[in-house]
């Protein structure tokens, strides 16, 4: 089994930041896409930020040029620097990980178990 645990949530005030840290650990032989997703209240989970193994990023276009995501693979790490918070980024986030824990096998998804991050205006 793969465990993703999560950190760095919390209460900003618009225009802040917040860094949030997920290190993903237990059975694993290689890790490749890592990133965050969200969910606000009464909305869908929506990707935020991923980047995969290679160095590629996706961001969603409402972070891009204030979020910053960031892997730390010896150690099977992410990170999302985010700045110039606004209310709107007020949600639960979520780290996302794919996984593959055997030579041989399949790569499955996991989840981290959200932290909030609440922007006040």
């Known amino acids: 089994q793969v465990q993703l645990v999560e950190s760095g949530g919390g209460l900003v005030q618009a225009g802040g930041s917040l860094r949030l840290s997920c290190a993903a650990s237990?059975?694993?032989?290689?890790?490749?896409?890592m990133g965050w997703y969200r969910q606000a209240p009464g909305k869908q989970r929506e990707l935020v930020a991923v980047?995969?193994?290679?160095?590629?990023?996706n961001y969603a276009d409402s972070v891009k040029g204030r979020f910053t995501i960031a892997r730390d693979n010896a150690n099977n790490t992410v990170y999302l620097q985010m700045d110039s918070l606004k209310p709107e980024d007020t949600a639960v986030y979520y780290c996302n990980a794919i996984v593959l824990s055997r030579p041989g096998g399949v790569f499955l998804r996991y989840w981290g178990q959200g932290t909030q991050v609440t922007v006040s205006s």
């Open positions: 980047k995969t193994t290679d160095g590629s990023t």
């Open positions: 237990g059975t694993i032989f290689r890790v490749d896409a």
